[in-house]
């Protein structure tokens, strides 16, 4: 198999370099193999994390949504049931995955921020969604 490049922070100036590099391209500090391979493997959990916080506050969202089209046709619902208990379960794994990652990295920052907005968004439509059920029931 052929290494594939990864990227990582240089840890100098901080920008996106290549694993592979022997220095920065930015700031020509030297780059030392093995701690970059460790910074590229804390990068790719980082990016990792980033990506499945956007995903779980999309789907939070997407309740929303699907709950107003509920209120117009019963097809919205399922979906709003699908994501009142997928959204928990994928929070709680991100948590069990990404929260004990130890970086300074201003996009986990946001990742952990887009976590919370979800959580944020999931509440109080789950709440609205089961209000009006059992209304309907």
């Known amino acids: 198999m052929i290494p594939q490049n990864r ?3 240089c840890p100098n100036c901080r920008q996106m370099i290549y694993s592979d590099s022997d220095k920065c391209r ?8 093995q701690v970059a391979e460790v910074a590229a493997e804390v990068q790719e959990k980082v990016n990792e994390a980033c990506n499945h916080a956007k995903w779980i506050r999309n789907m939070a969202g997407a309740m929303w949504i699907l ?14 049931f699908a994501f ?4 928990p379960l994928y929070l709680i794994f991100w948590q069990f995955k990404f929260g004990s990652l130890k970086t300074v990295d201003p996009d986990y920052q946001k990742a952990k921020r887009d976590r919370l907005i979800a959580l944020a968004l ?9 209000l009006t059920f059992y209304v309907i029931i």
């Open 122 to 130: 999931w509440l109080p439509a789950g709440f609205i969604k089961l």
């Open 7 to 9: 990227i990582l922070p």
């Open 26 to 33: 930015f700031c020509d500090a030297p780059l030392d193999r």
């Open 67 to 80: 709950l107003l089209i509920s209120f117009i046709f019963t097809a919205g619902t399922a979906g709003v």
């Open 84 to 87: 009142f208990f997928l959204i």
